[in-house]
C-alpha cells in the first residue's frame, strides 16, 4: 500500500528557514513525478513546487526563488526547501505522487496527510 508521509513543519517567524520532507513506502520516488501543495483555511489547495522523473522543477510564482524541491533517492523522500519564508506562506503542505509533474491537484493520485507550516512574528 502507497503511503506518503510528510515531516517537519510548525512554526517560525518571518524570514527564517524550513525543510519538509515526505517519506515514500511502496512507492519509488526516483522515477516517480511527485509535487507539493499548500492549502490555507479558506483557500483552496494549490501547487508549489513540482518534480518529474528527470529530476526536472517547477515552481509557483510566489515561491520561486525562495522554495527548492528535491528528490534524495537514497532515503526515497521528496524534501523542500523553504527559504525567506513569510507569514503568507502559513497553510498546510502536503506531498503529492501522480503521473505527471502538474500544479493541478486532481492529477495526483496519492497524498500525504499534510504538515502545518506557520509563519508568524
Known amino acids: 500500500q502507497v503511503q506518503l508521509e510528510e515531516i517537519g513543519g510548525g512554526s517560525v517567524p518571518p524570514g527564517r528557514s524550513m525543510i519538509l520532507s515526505c517519506k515514500a513506502t511502496a512507492y519509488t520516488v526516483r522515477a516517480a513525478c511527485l509535487g507539493w501543495f499548500r492549502q490555507a483555511p479558506g483557500k483552496e489547495r494549490e501547487g508549489v513546487a513540482m518534480i518529474d522523473g528527470e529530476y526536472r522543477p517547477t515552481y509557483a510564482d510566489f515561491v520561486r526563488g525562495r522554495f527548492t524541491i528535491r528528490k534524495e533517492s537514497q532515503d526515497n523522500t521528496l524534501d523542500l526547501h523553504m527559504n525567506s519564508l513569510k507569514p503568507e506562506d502559513t497553510a498546510m503542505y502536503y506531498c503529492?505522487?501522480?503521473?505527471?509533474?502538474?500544479?493541478?491537484?486532481?492529477?495526483?493520485?496519492?497524498w500525504g496527510q499534510g504538515t502545518q507550516v506557520t509563519v508568524s512574528s
Open positions: 503529492a505522487a501522480g503521473l505527471t509533474p502538474s500544479r493541478v491537484p486532481v492529477a495526483y493520485k496519492y
